[in-house]
Structure formats: structure tokens, C-alpha cells
């Protein structure tokens, strides 16, 4: 009989117990890439059975996955371990279920697991008498693998063409959406760089800078360089070479030719009226002329004609 209670009672329990657990659930990321002197932000967000929690009956507390009384953030500063104090901070609300934690000033040690925990307070002035739950599941590790900041990336056409606008796009992964990578050019104005910032997957970022200039011939074989400044002042950079494509330009052979057959052509039109001109004039002369040897004919004619 004892056995056969034993297995009820086990199987209430089993049946029970997710129904409880399930119901108060946190969600972390598993693991975040993390650089060393930066800051990262992990997304956790949790729910719970019961509407409209007041949030001051909520108690947040990332704690050492090691041990619950090892505190790297809660609300009361003093019972948070010296070495995190001042350097976490609950980003998100817990009235809104959101438990995202920053971590700033990131040390090599930090590597976690950390997890979060909430406390209930029974009643709104009773806060010290709370019913505890615990999400042990739910806890993340930073991985510092990023000794040095990773290096943004560049994309572009290949080749830049004189005059034509040209986009060269700078990508930067970071975890630290709370203070976003400064992106910077070596050349261009405020006006010609279009910033872009978006969650490529869960606690990953990427900061984009997009610049649009419009290359001039003289651009060609110079250098590009995009500098990424992440937080806590380490920063990273990408270089790109242009090499400006000329457009056919015919200036250089249409103008002249314009000017030589527009002179050619008021040389001809003024040639021909001048040629007119003296024709008639030459056409005149020869009637006058014409009639002088005529008349100078004549009397030598008729001189002749009186010799005989
Ligand atoms: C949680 O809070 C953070 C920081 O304010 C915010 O960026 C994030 O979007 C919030 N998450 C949800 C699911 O609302």
C-alpha cells in the first residue's frame, strides 16, 4: 500500500509540478559574445500566472549561477558583490516582464553562467516576507572572445565611376545596443552618411553607416577608411581603395570641332556674299568699261574710215 501511495503522490507531483514551474518562466539568451572593456546587454524576458503584478512587488536579482547569494545586480546596491556594483543595471521593466540586464565596463572575468531569479513580495508594504521563484534554467554565459574588437566590414560595388553616386555600406556587430559603435569616415559629410542600426538575431546587433558620395576623377587610388568606436573607447577600422572609372567624356574633341565649323561657316557665308558683291561690282565695271572701249571703238573706227 505504502508503494502504491508513494507512486499517487509521485505521479500528482510530476503532474503538478510543470503546471507550476511553467507558468513562472524566464527566457535568456543562452550565450552572448562579449568585449572586454565594452558592455553588453542581455535580452531576458519572463512570465507569470498571475495579471497586473505591481512592480513594486517585484524584486529582479541576477545572481552567480554558482550561488543564489551572489548578487552581481539587485535593487539594494549594498548586497550586490563589490566587483559588480555600479556596473549592472535592469534595463528592462519588470512590470512589463522584462528582465534585460546591462553589464558595462566588461572585465575578463565576467564570464558567468549568471541567472535570474525573481521574489515576490506578498503584499505591497510587506516586502520583506516574499514567495520565491527561481528560473536556475534560465542563465547566461558571455563569452570573451573578442580580446580585440571585431573589424567592421565594408561593402561597395566594385568600381566607383566618375560623377555617378557611389554607397559604400560600414557593418559592425556589437551586444551592447545601450551604447551603440560610433561608425566614423575618413571622408564625407554628416549629409552624405545615413546611420543604420537593427537586431540581426536575439542580443546580436549591427550597427550600419552608409555613405554616398559622388567620386571625381582625382579620387582615383585614394583610401577609405571606416572607424568603428565601441564603448569603453576600443576601436577597430576597414579600409577601401577607389578606383574611379572615368566616364567617356567628348567635351575635349566636341568643343573645339563646334568652334572650327562655326568659324568655317561664318568664313563661308561672308565669302560668299563678299564674292557676290564683287561680282556685281565687276559685272558693272565691265558694262561701263564695255561702253567706254565701245565708244573708243567707234571714234577709232570712224578715224579710220576718214583716213581712207
Ligand atoms: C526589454 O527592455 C529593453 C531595454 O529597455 C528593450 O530594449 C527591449 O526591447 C525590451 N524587450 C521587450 C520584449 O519588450
Known sequence: ?????????????????????????????????ALVTSCVVVPCSFTHPKENLPTSRLRGIWHRSTDKNQRIYYEDSTQVLENFR??????GQLGQNNCTLEITNIKDHDNGPFCFRIELARTETDTSTVDKFSFVESCVTLRMSLPDPPNPTLSHPKTAIQDRPYTITCSVRHTCPSHVPKLTWSRGTADEVTEVHKEISLGYWEAQSILAIIPEEKDDHSDVTCTAEFNGQKTSSATLRLYVKRTENYNHIIIPTVAVIGTAVIFAVFCIFMV????????????QEGSVWNRLSE??????????
Open 86 to 91: 555600479g556596473r549592472t543595471k535592469l534595463l
Open 276 to 287: 557676290k558683291r564683287y561680282k556685281k561690282r565687276i559685272a558693272e565695271l565691265q558694262n
Open 299 to 308: 571714234c577709232l573706227a570712224g578715224e579710220s574710215k576718214g583716213e581712207n
Open 1 to 33: 500500500m505504502d508503494t502504491k501511495r508513494m507512486i499517487f503522490c509521485l505521479l500528482v507531483a510530476a503532474i503538478i509540478s510543470p503546471v507550476f514551474t511553467e507558468e513562472w518562466r524566464a527566457s535568456v539568451v543562452k550565450e552572448l559574445d
